[in-house]
């Protein structure tokens, strides 16, 4: 789960991080007048405006701005609010900004970067720095190397004194920087670790002309799956930044990503699921979402599942390939024959079941009446939905 940057930054102050300080903002009536009490509130000279959305590359799009002055921070927020907001990570459509951040405005010596993240070949989290902060750390990563210190962090230990301290000194920091920087890093860490994080990276970490250090920015992603172990962490959740079809499926414990194809799948297991969508795209059409119902899936489960997949305007076939285990394949027959009655199904349907149950199921929908194809095989189901949509064009 993804929250905002205010958020990330709330929860690493908890953990003695030293943040740049702002003041979130929503649209409304007096919008205005609180834009210019937070102005003053920074001391009335100046002030750094950001939008609040759940992506990347803000500054690049418009979404951060300087201001020297209370009629430019107010028509910068002005600007922002509302606005649709593009950036690389949130695709051509962009997305709207509902909050701004009025933050205070730090003389900046250095930039640099920090962050914990995952690292699957050594399964633990690894601490990565870089000398270089404001950056795609991606891009570092794979031209220069060697500018990215990364430490294995101990899951149950965390992140150890003379890891901090080697940390800092790659980044080249010393005296009052070092011991701020050590605190600073240990608490990075336990947040990472206490609160079940996917990520959390600072970009850039800063150097003040005073000499403090402090996170000009924050990004925490949490594991959903570990959510309920935090429930006020679980709050910050912004439907307003997710998909809808993605916040509706999760309703009925559905797992669901939107893609950009036109072929929609429904399928049990993501191992299963990610196999439907590779087999779709070898036979030259790309699927138009990620949907695993699941092991254990009721029949109304089923039909939500469908229900969501044609709310989608690109989908112009679907392609259901179930294998039985837990999950009966005449459960399934009914979900969807029950969806494309009730739905008034429009458009080609493939459908592919094997294992527990697999007999009724495709007697089932044999005897439905409707425009069903069976399948025999992922492959054979793939290549018939595919020529079905094809046909359409």
């Avoid at 009730?342 to 294992?355: A, C, D, H, K």
Wanted: aromatic share 4%.
């Amino acid at each position: 789960m993804k929250i905002h940057e205010y958020q990330a930054k709330e929860i690493l102050e908890r953990y003695g991080v030293r943040i740049q300080r702002g003041i979130v903002l929503e649209d409304g009536p007096d919008f205005a007048e609180q834009v210019a009490q937070a102005f003053d509130h920074w001391g009335g000279k100046q002030a750094v405006v950001k939008a609040q959305i759940h992506a990347g590359g803000r500054g690049k799009g418009g979404g951060v701005k300087f201001c020297t002055s209370k009629k430019a921070t107010l028509e910068a927020a002005s600007n922002m609010m509302g606005m649709m907001l593009v950036t690389h990570q949130t695709g051509p459509e962009g997305q709207k900004v509902r909050k701004v951040m009025i933050c205070e405005a730090l003389d900046l010596a250095k930039e640099h970067y920090i962050g914990i993240a995952l690292d699957r070949e050594r399964c633990c989290p690894v601490l990565m720095v870089c000398a270089e902060g404001g950056v795609e750390i991606e891009t570092i990563a794979v031209e220069r190397p060697e500018a990215l210190l990364k430490l294995p962090i101990d899951p149950i230990m965390g992140l150890q004194p003379h890891q901090a301290r080697r940390a800092a000194f790659f980044l080249g920091l010393e005296g009052a920087q070092l011991k701020q920087a050590v605190p600073f890093l240990m608490g990075l860490s336990k947040a990472y670790l206490e609160l079940d994080c996917e990520i959390a990276e600072i970009n850039p970490l800063v150097i003040t002309d005073e000499g403090d250090v402090v996170a000009l920015d924050a990004k925490i992603n949490l594991d959903s799956n570990a959510l309920f172990r935090h429930k006020a962490e679980a709050a910050m959740r912004d439907e307003n930044e997710e998909d809808p079809k993605e916040v509706e499926a999760s309703k009925f414990e559905l797992n669901y990503i939107a893609l950009n194809g036109s072929i929609g799948c429904m399928v049990n297991g993501a191992g299963l699921a990610m196999a439907t969508m590779d087999t779709i795209k070898s036979h030259g059409a790309d699927p138009a979402n990620f949907l695993d119902v699941g092991g254990s899936a009721s029949e109304q489960a089923i039909t939500e599942a469908f229900r969501i997949i044609v709310s989608d305007e690109q989908v112009r076939g679907i392609l259901v390939n179930i294998f039985g285990g837990i999950m009966k394949c005449d459960v399934i027959a009914r979900g969807v024959i029950n969806a494309a009655k009730n739905l008034e199904l429009s458009v080609p349907l493939v459908v592919r079941l094997e294992g527990t149950n697999v007999d009724e199921g495709r007697r089932l929908l044999q005897e439905s009446g409707l425009d069903i194809t069976p399948a025999s095989s992922l492959d054979e189901g793939a290549r018939l939905i595919c020529e079905a949509v094809a046909a359409l064009a």
